[in-house]
């Protein structure tokens, strides 16, 4: 079965500075892929896809996520973070009808 | 616009006592899903569904239960509750097939066993 593996649970960068949120995936066959964000006490929203039209995704809110195949990577960037990006963020992978999410990213943004 | 409405919000449930968290959306998507989400963890797949009268196990079954009655409804059983199935649960759904679809989620519904 497919799977996302999120390296490290907590991030902190200062308002400004480039954001990395990394994942790495376990798929058989050409997976898609997402980006979700959480504000506290909300459901998930999504941030970005990829479905194999290009391996750059861009998403919402000046978020992009890079498709390398031959690292099973899709890691999340934001060249200068916000204090608003403050959220848990979330990698998923989707093969057929389900879709499986990684343990999550704390991400936290210092003035 | 709605989108995808759960109930109740919070709940505290009595070890072995059974509920039924709620959840509809009004946006005709064939696909729904139920998700658990434990701090840590992330969120756990417990059933989906894709389309009325069709349901599958997803990571976590156990201890739950599901009926898909109709395209809107896709209400979530916990039998015999235990103190391992506290967590926030969240329902949500997709409009596309093969899991290419954006899932648009629902607010949660905190249960607490004791």
């Known amino acids: 079965a497919q799977s996302v593996t999120q390296l490290g649970s907590h991030v902190s960068v200062s308002e400004g500075a480039l954001v990395l949120l990394r994942c790495n995936y376990s798929?058989?066959?050409?997976?898609?892929l997402f980006w979700y964000v959480q504000y506290p006490n909300q459901g998930l929203q999504l941030l970005l896809k990829?479905?194999?039209?290009?391996?750059l995704v861009k998403g919402i809110n000046g978020f992009e996520a890079e498709f390398k195949k031959s690292e099973t990577s899709f890691h999340l960037t934001k060249p200068s973070a916000h204090m608003s990006d403050a959220a848990e963020y979330f990698c998923?992978?989707?093969?057929?009808?389900?879709?499986?999410f990684g343990a999550g990213t704390r991400l936290t943004v210092k003035p | 616009n709605a989108g995808v409405t759960q109930t109740p919000k919070f709940r505290i449930l009595k070890i072995g006592q059974s509920m039924t968290l709620q959840c509809t959306q009004d946006?005709?998507?064939?696909?729904m899903y139920w998700y658990r989400q434990d701090p840590g963890m992330g969120l756990k797949l417990i059933y989906y569904?894709?389309?009325?009268?069709?349901?599958d196990k997803g990571e976590v079954p156990n201890g739950y239960n599901v009926s898909r009655s109709t395209t809107e409804d896709f209400p979530l059983r916990l039998e015999l509750a235990a103190p391992s199935q506290t967590s926030v649960y969240f329902c949500?759904?997709?409009?596309?097939?093969?899991?290419?679809?954006?899932?648009?989620f629902g607010e949660g519904s905190r249960l607490t066993v004791l």
């Open positions: 949500a759904s997709s409009y596309a097939t093969g899991g290419t679809g954006e899932l648009f």
């Open positions: 798929s058989s066959v050409p997976p898609y």
């Open positions: 990829y479905t194999s039209a290009a391996t």
């Open positions: 998923a992978v989707s093969e057929k009808n389900d879709m499986r």
């Open positions: 946006m005709n998507h064939n696909y």
């Open positions: 569904s894709v389309g009325a009268g069709i349901t």
